[in-house]
């Protein structure tokens, strides 16, 4: 089974726990009727979309990203470096992971957390590492690794930005930006589900905060053209109130991108931040169950040339305004 969509077994506690199913709900959001803040309350800051996309550009210059190289190194150097540069409170969780095939990867989760002293909190995750193999392109490919321009870096890139936001202007909220590693190196043939994801579900079992976050965000895939966010089945299952919360302000702010449908089964960071830590997470991540993931997943095409400014501002805006809206 190739990365991301989900065996029935691992999702069997998950759906325990949860007494609505997919078919039982022809919405996948609900309309929130609490009583929210007025957009005159709210102060929210810009977020610009062609300082994203330098984020994106930069980290693609070390190259691919994979786990053992140089690249990874430095590209571990720089998220460090500015995350401290934009004020954060950084903390590197390194672990040694081990790969399907039994290589031994040097790892390392960067998180940079925000007004630590506030107890109520927030967290928001990318992965940062890049796939080894381009198993989703042309067979004589398949040894190259993914330069991973829109699968890691896009979601980094937002979230480096929101981090010069926080370094500008305080939230009601504290807020933790993890940048996870090891997301991409699951096993090609699908014969190893849990393979995938080992720097979330290091982290879920190691977690760094002292106050538990209320709710959680991952970022995957979110720069590309013409883009489609539904909600997937995990975040519907188990996150559905941060689902609505999140897609109600998409739509306030005019982006119909953000389906409100159930988009499929899928394996990402967010199932074992879920199913492991207990944070009610949501992944917000470009797949239909029609056309699956984006064209140039897992291929050579992953680069910064493919990468949409307005998707990288319209996902940053959103995210930004959940958290200027606590």
Known sequence: MQKKFVYAGLLASAIAISSCSAGDNPSAVKNDKTEEKTEETISVPNFSEDSAYQYVVRQCEFGP??????AHEQCATYLSQQLAAFGAEVTKQTFTATAFNGTELKATNIIGSYFPEKSKRIVLFSHWDSRPFCDQGDPQDFKTPVMGANDGASGV??????ARILKEKETNVGVDIVFLDVEDYGDPYGNAQDSWCLGAQYWAKNPHYKAK???????DMVGGNSPSFGIDYVSHQLAQNVA???WNIAHTLGYNQFKN???GQLIDDHVYVN???GIPTIDIIDYTSDRGFTATWHTTHDTPENISK???GMVGRVITKVIFSE
């Open 310 to 312: 307005e998707t990288l």
């Open 213 to 219: 976050p209320q709710y959680g965000i991952l970022l």
């Open 261 to 263: 449908e159930i988009s």
């Open 65 to 70: 990203r994979v786990p053992n190289t140089d």
């Open 244 to 246: 609505s919360k999140v």
């Open 157 to 162: 890139a937002i979230l480096l930005e929101i």
């Open 275 to 277: 199913l492991i830590a």
